[in-house]
């Protein structure tokens, strides 16, 4: 099974969080131009509070807030602190945590769920790939017995468990038995291991828990 197409989900992670930092570093750029005021909560309609000000030379504005709740955040006459460009005070915005912060939250709260689930999907076979390549010029071949073929019912890809092959050695200086598991297969491997009286698999020599099987003995997945 072919999931290159599971980059999409760290990708729009990253992308995300990358939104989120710049909504604050565009924020936290224009603070110091801002004029800052007393306002007050002159209703509160659904949730969604409308503030009412004055500017340094008298005018009298109301804006609405940018983020409603239930139950609603602020009471009627309530004050808060606002700020405002001097030169279009309508664009006033209160300036509270959840103001400031909410858009960046939200984003960063998605950007961070999606990058997360993308990484647990790509992350292992591409360490994997790593350990192999690294292994295939330092690592020590041994050669272990297929004992079984097993669903990797603790992963899934669209409803589907993949299949993983697991062979057993004696280490010969230490009599301890090891076990390898192959990486995650796309098809029932069953009937190709049972041609196989031993598999090759690749170790550290100084820590043999980290090791590659060699499943070339198995024909390629057509796309």
Not at 10 to 18: D, E, V
Not at 134 to 151: H, I
Not at 198 to 223: C, G, T, W
Request: include cysteine; glycine fraction near 8%; hydrophobic fraction near 45%.
């Amino acid at each position: 099974m072919k999931q290159g197409w599971l980059w999409i989900f760290p990708g729009i992670g990253a992308l995300l969080l990358a939104g989120a930092v710049a909504v604050q570093v565009n924020r936290l750029s224009h603070q110091d131009s801002l004029t800052a005021a007393e306002g007050w909560v002159a209703h509160v309609v659904q949730g969604c509070p409308t503030i009412e000000f004055s500017t340094v030379d008298g005018q009298s504005v109301q804006f609405r807030g940018g983020v409603c709740s239930s139950p609603p955040a602020y009471d009627v006459g309530e004050r808060v602190r606002v700020l405002y460009p001097a030169a279009s005070p309508a664009s006033a915005r209160l300036d509270s945590f959840t103001e400031n912060w909410f858009v960046s939250l939200v984003l960063g709260g998605i950007g961070s769920v999606f990058l997360l689930i993308g990484l647990v999907f790509v992350l292992p076979p591409l360490l994997s790939g790593f350990r192999a390549r690294d292994l295939a010029v330092t690592g020590e071949a041994v050669f272990a017995v297929p004992v079984d073929v097993q669903r990797n019912t603790s992963y899934s890809v669209n409803g589907q468990h993949p299949w993983r092959i697991i062979a057993q050695w004696q280490n010969p200086a230490t009599g301890k038995v090891h076990l390898f598991r192959s990486d995650n297969l796309w098809f029932d491997p069953s009937r190709f291991v049972a041609e196989q009286k031993q598999i090759r698999v690749l170790i550290d020599p100084q820590k043999p828990k980290r090791y590659s099987m060699d499943v070339s003995f198995l024909p390629e997945v057509a796309d």
